[in-house]
């Protein structure tokens, strides 16, 4: 069974290669950068559907991870985001929908539930995005539906919530935590636009990889939400860091971020049903951050 894998280089999906790899598939990496562990390889940009059409030829199912990723990144720059995460989006579905695709897991986002009505926010809460970004990741998922329901395309849409461990991204896009390790490594005070009670559902990458795999393995279709269950303030995650590297840099707050929500957290009842659930609390994914941020 091969598995044709988009942005299998990124941060995401070198955890999500090696999960399916020691699960036993066949995996193929098509991607603009060169994945960081030996496995069949295509460059290649999903903004064309010949490119990914022809490179898909062989696969039987599909783990669409490739897209922008940054809410601050897709506002400042909508037509790359819209054109990256809805027509980039399209092309996969499209291309699988001619090779004749088995499965495509398309990598959804809490972003697109907006502020939430009620929590723990599950797979029916209504999808209000507030930015950009969130409604970029909503597209795709109902063209996904609209597949299912003119061509049968199977397929499962994982809403990740906040994704953080080792090899996160760098760069004036990075999240808030690789920000925070950032600043404590350069003994700065940490940045926090709002008053920093916000909250957000913090699940481990590792994790994430797992919920892919088992979503590979499962013979359900829809949407399912991908975090812990539990949310943490910002200022939380800030004394969480500050406790695990024993070091206080103090906290400097800012005006909130546009579009930024007050609170989040998943229900993960559904995907329970998949035989999945998170293996690493916050604690112990911060732990193994640190460490992976100071000793790389």
């Known amino acids: 069974m091969r598995v044709f894998v988009t942005g299998g280089s990124g941060f995401i999906g070198r955890y999500v290669v090696q999960e399916l790899l020691e699960a036993g598939y066949d995996v193929l990496v098509y991607d603009l950068e060169r994945p960081p562990m030996q496995v069949p390889f295509i460059r290649g940009d999903i903004r064309d559907l010949n490119s990914v059409k022809n490179a898909m030829r062989e696969s039987q199912q599909v783990v669409h991870l490739a897209a922008m990723v940054s809410a601050v990144e897709a506002m400042k720059n909508p037509l790359i985001a819209v054109e990256t995460n809805v027509t980039g989006t399209f092309n996969v579905i499209e291309a699988a929908r001619r090779n004749s695709i088995d499965k495509v897991i398309y990598a959804g986002s809490v972003a697109v539930y907006g502020e939430p009505s009620y929590l723990p926010i599950d797979e029916d809460h209504p999808t209000i995005p507030k930015n950009v970004y969130g409604a970029s990741k909503l597209s795709g998922e109902s063209l996904l539906a609209g597949y299912h329901g003119n061509y049968g395309l199977n397929y499962i849409s994982l809403r990740f919530f906040n994704v953080y461990g080792p090899y996160m ?13 950032e600043k404590i490594r350069k003994r700065a005070p940490l940045t926090i636009e709002g008053d920093g009670k916000q909250t957000r559902d913090f699940v481990y990458v590792r994790d994430i990889a797992k919920a892919v795999t088992k979503a590979l393995k499962s013979d359900e279709s829809g949407i399912f939400n991908v975090g812990t269950g539990h949310e943490a303030s910002i200022i939380e995650l800030a004394d969480l860091l500050f406790e695990i590297i024993g070091i206080d840099t103090g906290i400097e707050f800012f005006p909130p971020r546009p579009g930024d929500i007050k609170r989040s ?3 993960i009842e559904k995907i329970s049903r998949l035989g999945w659930k998170p293996e690493v609390n916050l604690r112990e994914g911060l732990r193994r951050t640190v460490n992976w941020f100071f000793q790389g």
């Open 169 to 181: 991204k760098p760069g004036p896009y990075a999240g808030v935590i690789y920000k925070f390790l």
């Open 265 to 267: 957290r998943a229900s």
